[in-house]
């Protein structure tokens, strides 16, 4: 079914609209009157047409945020989690992760348990366990002065890797962050998961979750245990001390926790087994989870994604959908890909997919996912064939470049106008941070893109907050040429 095109759905509405105004004229004709087409048609024919501007892609794309399922597979969960975790996050989740989207299910103690057991009797494999040197497995307060410089190491390398690959961009922690909105605050994380399955995690996030909206970083196995050091040792992921106060004026009962020692003695308690099954049964956790056993009385589709090649490959690895969007798909966060073809020039794009830059000084940057050249290429290759208007954008500079005369015209033009109060146009002089840097526009943007965001800045950007200034055609081939000539060995001239 992946392949079933949009368009055909597209024609089928085509043929249903053309046959209602086809009816509608009839109509209309037969009375003697004037043809004219029922405004209600053309509303819905609006309603159901694809964009026209968009091109039809080679491929469906996938909506990672039309998963199946929106929780994670609790098939090897034991291996994840320990039972203490378990045990509080099945009572009330939103207790232990602020930003959890799962419901309490009013399960007692007892029950909690029996579920508990279940789970862990449909284990699969276990994570690979991975050869740590024998001091990343010590406490800190164990660690030789030797010992200790050697795990700094570590730990600050992957201080910095977390750092380029932004994950607070997608996890907040302790509250803070997250702007995309998808993934779980990772603020006491150390009381969850143990650090062989984060490397495992971290190495091959869809290994575990097929449909997880995280993007599977292009990591050396360095990378991933500088990662694993930083985020099982830094005390931002470990919970907040409670002052001992605070914790005995709590009105609120505790939470009843099943212990390691209490589960390794009911493990394997067949009676207990089963009534764990008909809990999970009944309280229907197989909606929001794949929970191997238990009859599925909602038919899941799987997502066929064996032999996905090139552009399509990097789109379900790296989940660039989660933050962008394109045509009717994916997230609002970062900025829509729609026509990036028609709008950026495809050295920039290629070198930024694989390197990043600040673009909007305000906003966030794109983490650093570090695709291989050949994957940026292919990304590359594939923005510039298909994501593009249908027409050409209207271009002033097809012909040749722009005069000196034009370009001083248009740099006059960018100061009387007040574009540098959002935008610094050249690195030594200075102007306003709101917008992009345009000191090197001319190598990121098309012309005619330019041409087109001058025309009506929020027809490219709803949200944008850059002013409509009304720009007569002669005043915008101006500001057009002088942007142009904004290129890199230019710079700072
Ligand atoms: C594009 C958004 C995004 C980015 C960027 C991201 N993550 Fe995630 N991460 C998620 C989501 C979403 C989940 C939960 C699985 C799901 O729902 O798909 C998750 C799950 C996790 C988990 C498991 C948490 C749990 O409680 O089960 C860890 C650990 C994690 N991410 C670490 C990281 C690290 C480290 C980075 C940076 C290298 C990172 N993430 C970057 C979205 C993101
Ligand atoms: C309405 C949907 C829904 C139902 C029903 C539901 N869950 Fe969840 N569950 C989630 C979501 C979503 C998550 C991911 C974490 C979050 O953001 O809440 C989750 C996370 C979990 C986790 C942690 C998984 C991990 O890898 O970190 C466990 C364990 C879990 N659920 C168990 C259960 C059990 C057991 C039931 C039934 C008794 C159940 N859930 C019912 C939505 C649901
Ligand atoms: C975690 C969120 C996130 C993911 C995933 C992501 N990006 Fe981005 N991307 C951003 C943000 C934020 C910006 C804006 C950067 C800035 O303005 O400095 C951006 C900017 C861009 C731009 C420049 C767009 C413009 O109009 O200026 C392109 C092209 C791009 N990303 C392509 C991709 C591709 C291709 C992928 C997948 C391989 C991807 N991105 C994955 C967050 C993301
Ligand atoms: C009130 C602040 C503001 C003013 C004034 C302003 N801009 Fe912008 N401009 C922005 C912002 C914000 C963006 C980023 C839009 C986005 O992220 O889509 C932007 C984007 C741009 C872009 C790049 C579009 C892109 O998507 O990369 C160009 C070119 C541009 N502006 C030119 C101008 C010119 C020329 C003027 C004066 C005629 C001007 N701007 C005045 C705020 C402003």
């Given at each position: 079914m992946r392949l079933r095109s949009i368009v055909s759905i597209h024609k089928r509405w085509l043929m249903i609209i053309s046959f209602c105004i086809a009816f509608a004229s009839c109509i209309h004709l037969s009375f003697g009157q004037e043809r004219k087409i029922d405004n209600m048609f053309l509303e819905l024919d609006k309603k159901y047409r694809?964009?026209?501007?968009w091109s039809a892609l080679p491929f469906e794309l996938e909506d990672?945020?039309?998963?199946?399922?929106?929780g994670p597979p609790l098939v090897n969960i034991v291996y994840k989690v320990n039972v203490e975790w378990l045990s509080r996050w099945i009572a009330n989740p939103k207790k232990v992760v602020?930003?959890?989207?799962?419901?309490?299910?009013?399960?007692?103690f007892d029950e909690i348990q029996a579920v508990i057991v279940f789970l862990s009797s449909i284990a699969e494999k276990d994570v690979p366990q991975v050869a740590w040197?024998?001091?990343?497995?010590?406490?800190e307060d164990d660690l030789s002065e030797d010992e200790y410089d050697k795990m700094d190491k570590v730990y600050n390398a992957g201080k910095g890797v977390w750092g380029r690959a932004r994950c607070t961009i997608c996890h907040p922690i302790k509250g803070v962050g997250?702007?995309?909105?998808v993934g779980p605050d990772l603020g006491e994380i150390t009381t969850k998961i143990n650090r062989n399955w984060l490397h495992s995690w971290l190495g091959n996030t869809k290994g575990h979750?097929?449909?997880?909206?995280m993007a599977q970083y292009r990591f050396t196995d360095v990378d991933v245990r500088g990662l694993v050091e930083f985020v099982m040792r830094d005390t931002q992921f470990i919970p907040e001390e409670k002052d001992e106060e605070t914790v005995a004026d709590a009105a609120e009962p505790e939470i009843k926790v099943l212990t390691e020692k209490e589960f390794s003695g009911i493990r394997n308690d067949t009676a207990l087994i089963e009534k764990g099954r008909g809990i999970v049964e009944k309280a229907r956790c197989f909606v929001c989870h794949d929970i191997k056993g238990i009859p599925e009385l909602m038919p899941v589709v799987e997502?066929?994604?064996?032999g996905l090649a090139g552009f399509e490959k990097v789109l379900y690895d790296i989940r660039c959908l989660t933050c962008h969007r394109i045509q009717d798909k994916g997230?609002?966060?970062?900025?829509?890909?729609?026509?990036a073809g028609s709008k950026m020039k495809m050295d920039w794009e290629g070198e930024f997919l694989q390197s990043p830059d600040i673009i909007r000084p305000l906003s966030q940057q794109m983490p650093k996912?570090?695709?291989?050249e050949s994957e940026a290429k292919a990304a590359t290759e594939f923005i510039e064939k298909n994501?593009?208007?249908?027409e050409p954008l209207p271009d002033f500079y097809k012909e040749g470049p722009p005069t000196a005369d034009i370009i001083a015209a248009g740099e006059k033009l960018f100061y009387e106008k007040g574009c540098n109060t959002c935008h610094a146009e050249n690195i030594t002089k200075g102007g306003g941070v709101?917008?992009?840097?345009?000191?090197?526009v001319g190598d990121r943007l098309q012309p005619a893109y330019i041409l087109y965001h001058l025309k009506n800045p929020q027809q490219a950007?709803?949200?944008?907050?850059?002013?409509?200034?009304?720009?007569s055609d002669e005043e915008m081939k101006q500001l057009v040429g002088f942007l142009m000539d904004h290129v890199k060995k230019k710079e700072g001239k």
């Open positions: 694809m964009p026209e501007q990672p945020y039309k998963r199946i399922k929106n602020p930003n959890a989207k799962m419901p309490a299910l009013g399960l007692g040197d024998d001091f990343l497995l010590k406490k997250g702007n995309v909105g979750f097929p449909d997880t909206l997502r066929k994604r064996d997230g609002t966060y970062a900025p829509n890909l729609t026509f996912f570090n695709l291989a994501l593009l208007f249908k709101v917008g992009p840097n345009l000191a090197t950007n709803p949200q944008g907050v850059e002013p409509n200034f009304g720009l």
